[in-house]
């Protein structure tokens, strides 16, 4: 088992109440799974706490292994070890998440160089491949760019190709299209989709948006206020969901077909009929 997370409790400073509560989920080599529910949910702190990126305020118990190593009570330069080298991040919002005083490719090949100990030249080689990979039509340009120079689209390919760059063998992506329009969102998605297929790598996707997850996952997880409700593979929860927050989450995702001056589903009425 690659990344093997059982009975995971999270709480922040003082707060008696946790944000995650004894959560579990496995991903083996290229797995690939859905971790999905309501903002506040704690997909996030879920994916931070894997990750190690929680702080010195979180409190955390319970167990995350790595390829059967336990990553919990580590410390931060042991987790730095694996980051960006065996376990890659594509953080929420690329509108924020570069460093705005640093140009992209400097971006990049410092992940490169911190991890396979390449020389400037070689980091920039690297740099100029791996941004071509996602999809970037002119990588000298982009390498050169401020973030702010980017749209948000590349923005976005920029941050996968960091996470990608020393072709990890488990990416995290947080929200990764939320902040794009749905024509930048497609491709985006389906240059990921490539890249993993290409590497073999596994994926623990977070999203609110259940088309999303469908298009990327074979599995999926589905939270509420701390917990996981439900977990299987992603046909049979969808198609015959146990938990009546994930019955709600269906109905309310697709408002297309309403009829006009219908009252629209809510979560509520799933709890109420269960």
């Known amino acids: 088992m690659m990344l093997k997370v059982d009975q995971l409790t999270v709480r922040f400073g003082r707060r008696t109440t946790p944000a ?6 496995h991903i083996d080599q290229g797995e690939r799974l859905g971790l999905i529910g309501e903002s506040g949910s704690g997909k ?29 009570g580590r410390s931060d330069a042991h987790y730095s070890r694996l980051r960006g080298a065996a376990m890659g991040m594509v953080f929420q919002e690329p509108m924020t ?36 990979t996602v999809g970037l039509a002119d990588p000298e340009r982009i390498a050169d760019s401020y973030p702010d120079e980017l749209s948000g ?19 995290i992506a947080d929200e990764p299209t939320t902040a794009l329009d749905v024509t930048v969102q497609a491709k985006v998605l389906e240059e990921l989709d490539r890249m993993l297929a290409n590497t073999g790598a596994g994926l623990l996707f977070i999203s609110h948006d259940l088309a999303v997850v469908a298009r990327m996952c074979e599995r999926i997880a589905v939270m ?3 917990s996981i409700v439900e977990t299987g593979r992603l046909d049979q929860v ?37």
């Open 224 to 226: 509420y206020r701390g």
């Open 20 to 25: 995650i509560s004894g959560i579990g989920f």
């Open 44 to 72: 996030s702190v879920t994916s931070l706490a894997v990750m190690g990126l929680l702080g010195d305020t979180a409190r955390i118990s319970g167990s995350i292994r790595w390829k059967g190593e336990e990553l919990v």
């Open 238 to 274: 969808l198609g015959n969901p146990q938990h009546p927050y994930t019955a709600g989450l269906i109905a309310t995702a697709d408002i297309t077909s309403a009829e006009p001056g219908s009252r629209l589903p809510v979560i509520q009425d799933f709890w109420r009929q269960s």
């Open 97 to 132: 998440a570069l460093d705005p005083t640093m140009r992209c490719g400097r971006q990049v090949a410092e992940v490169v160089r911190l991890h396979a100990g390449a020389d400037r030249g070689q980091a920039r080689a690297k740099v100029l491949e791996i941004l071509a």
């Open 153 to 171: 689209g590349q923005r976005q390919r920029v941050l996968i190709a960091m996470a990608m760059v020393n072709s990890p063998q488990l990416l």
